[in-house]
Structure formats: structure tokens, C-alpha cells
């Protein structure tokens, strides 16, 4: 892509960022954009980056390797947005900042352990199965209290809120998702007043306003800003 229709397509997402937070009543910074970058070059990255984009999600481990240290001089955030495979986790835990997608014990185990070496904590997200899917992933609602007690007491692992991928089956729907993770976080934060619970993770490219409308503090945007993307199996 250009580095002129990156700057048309950025400019569109942060207008379209900024008239969902007005129409929801909420400051225009109280929504962070993380730049979903899966499957497109580092020069892409670079690209936005030079607009300013500094924080950029990433799916599948190796791929995010190989951007990184092409992007090494780069003062960039890198969040880990993909399932995480168990195998995954030393990796992960030390060459991200954040993690959106952490669902089970055993990986919060596991993260802990290998970020146990790195100056700051790792930021974490749980993913909540907000569908309820069996198939899916991300703990289920009546879950969440204990996996949250176990991010808690891991030292090396900073917990701060809550993520969801919520199947698009309708407006209604998805609006019902948003709102239930939203509650979620509503009463994990007045359950433990001191924790840093800042984050809710919803919204992408087709749910951005509604996902601003019920709370969210950081949309996930990916077709918006880079152009459809190629599916792996066909790259
Ligand atoms: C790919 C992906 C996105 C971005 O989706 P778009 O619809 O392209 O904006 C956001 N979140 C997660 C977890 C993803 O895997």
C-alpha cells in the first residue's frame, strides 16, 4: 500500500473514531488504536508509523518476529493478539508489551514464568467467550473471577482488563456482547478497587462505533487501515 492511501485510510479511522466517541459522549482520548497489522509488510508498519501509529497487534508469532526486528530502531508497542499456543509462551512473553488473549491458567502460568526475567510486567487481557460458543476461544463469564485471582497473584504479569471477538451475527447481538463485556469489567473493578483494570479490547473494523458506544477503550483495527488481507492459506 502507498504511503498516501495508508494516510487517507488512517485519517478515515481516527475520524470515524472521533465521531463514535462524540455521538457516545466520551473524550476523544479515552480511545486508544491499536493498528492489527497481520499479514501485511513491515514497510506498512513503518508507514504508519511515520503518522504517528505507535502501538501495532500482531496474530502469529514467527511473522511478528521477523517484523520487529525489521522494525528494531523503531520506538514501537507490540501487542500479541492471536490464540496463544502453549509452546508460544516464552516467546511471547518476551517480545511483547501487552497480550489480549490470555484465557486459561496454564498459560497465565507459563507467561508468568518467562517474563520473570524482563523489567516490567507483561500487560494483560483476558479474552472472555462472550457468545458463549463452545468452539470458541476465551474463558467463559462464569470463569472469569478465578483465571482473573490467578493473573493477580503472578508477579510478572500486569492485569488490565478485558477482550472479546464477538461473532458478528447481528447489530443486536454483537450490541448485547459489547455491553456484557463492558459489565464484566464494570464488576471486576469495583470488586478490586486497586487494580489497574484500564482496558476494554472490543471493536474492529465492523464494530468500531458500537464498540465505543458500550465502553470500549481500545478498538483493534485492521481492513480499515491496511486493505483486506490475503488469507494465510492462499499467501
Ligand atoms: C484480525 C483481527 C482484528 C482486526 O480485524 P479487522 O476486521 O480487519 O479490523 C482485530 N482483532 C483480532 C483479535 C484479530 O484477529
Known amino acids: 500500500m502507498t504511503s498516501n492511501d495508508l494516510q487517507v485510510r488512517y485519517h478515515a479511522v481516527c475520524q470515524a473514531i472521533e465521531t463514535a466517541c462524540r455521538a457516545a459522549q466520551r473524550p476523544i482520548d479515552s480511545v486508544r488504536l491499536l493498528a492489527v497489522s497481520k499479514t501485511k509488510p513491515a514497510e506498512d508498519i513503518a508507514r504508519l508509523a511515520d503518522l504517528g501509529v505507535r502501538e501495532f497487534g500482531e496474530?502469529?508469532?514467527?511473522?511478528?518476529?521477523?517484523?520487529?526486528a525489521e522494525l528494531r530502531d523503531r520506538d514501537l508497542i507490540w501487542h500479541f493478539i492471536g490464540h496463544i499456543q502453549s509452546n508460544k509462551t516464552r516467546e511471547i512473553a518476551q517480545n511483547f508489551d501487552w497480550v489480549h488473549t490470555v484465557d486459561r491458567r496454564k498459560i497465565v502460568q507459563r507467561l508468568n514464568d518467562a517474563r520473570a526475567h524482563c523489567a516490567t510486567p507483561l500487560n494483560v487481557l483476558i479474552q472472555v467467550n462472550v457468545d458463549d460458543a463452545p468452539t470458541k476461544s476465551g474463558v467463559a463469564?462464569?470463569?472469569?473471577?478465578?483465571?482473573?485471582?490467578e493473573v493477580m497473584d503472578s508477579p510478572h504479569l500486569q492485569l488490565r482488563g478485558l477482550m472479546s471477538i464477538p461473532d458478528p451475527v447481528s447489530e443486536e447481538a454483537l450490541i448485547a456482547s459489547h455491553q456484557l463485556l463492558a459489565s464484566l469489567l464494570a464488576t471486576l473493578?469495583?470488586?478490586f478497587p486497586q487494580a489497574?483494570?484500564?482496558?476494554?479490547?472490543?471493536g474492529m473494523t465492523q464494530d468500531l462505533a458500537p464498540a465505543i458506544a458500550a465502553g470500549s477503550t481500545c478498538v483493534r483495527i485492521g481492513t480499515a487501515l491496511f486493505g483486506q488481507r490475503t488469507p494465510r492459506s492462499e499467501r
Not at 496474530?59 to 520487529?68: H, M, R, V
Not at 463469564?141 to 485471582?149: K, M
Not at 489497574?196 to 472490543?202: K, R, V
Open 196 to 202: 489497574m483494570l484500564d482496558t476494554l479490547s472490543m
Open 141 to 149: 463469564p462464569t470463569d472469569l473471577t478465578g483465571l482473573v485471582e
Open 189 to 191: 473493578k469495583h470488586r
Open 59 to 68: 496474530n502469529y508469532l514467527q511473522e511478528a518476529l521477523d517484523k520487529q
